[in-house]
């Protein structure tokens, strides 16, 4: 069935119809308790949902903040912003599994 609606209410249908629906991990964490849901499958490579960060080219976009792009990166990237994801939760369970790899980059 299309809603129209977002994640919240589709999965508030899904609870009241007693169907089946796709989600993202933090809307279900968050509204679990207020469901008659449980999870059937999780961990399927095939809906593996990547994030990504990439700085404008500041030849191309002279006016961005190409270091404050080029810093936020290399923490997001990081030891410490890998840490900083991993403990991101709700209910003590991680919403996101940090997976970058460190790349050593001159610095312009």
Do not use: C
Not at 26 to 33: D, F, M, V
Not at 40 to 61: C, H, K, Q, T, W
Not at 65 to 91: C, E, H, P, V
């Amino acid at each position: 069935r299309a809603i129209g609606q977002g994640m919240e209410q589709a999965l508030q249908m899904a609870s009241e119809v007693q169907g089946y629906t796709l989600t993202d991990r933090g809307t279900w964490l968050a509204l679990r308790r207020k469901l008659d849901l449980v999870v059937v499958s999780e961990g399927d490579e095939r809906l593996f949902n990547p994030y990504g960060v990439i700085a404008v080219n500041p030849a191309r976009y002279p006016d961005v903040n190409y270091r404050g792009a080029m810093a936020l990166i290399d923490w997001l990237t990081g030891t410490r912003g890998q840490q900083a994801i991993a403990s991101f939760k709700i209910d003590d369970e991680p919403l996101f599994v940090p997976t970058a790899v460190q790349v050593h980059r001159a610095k312009p």
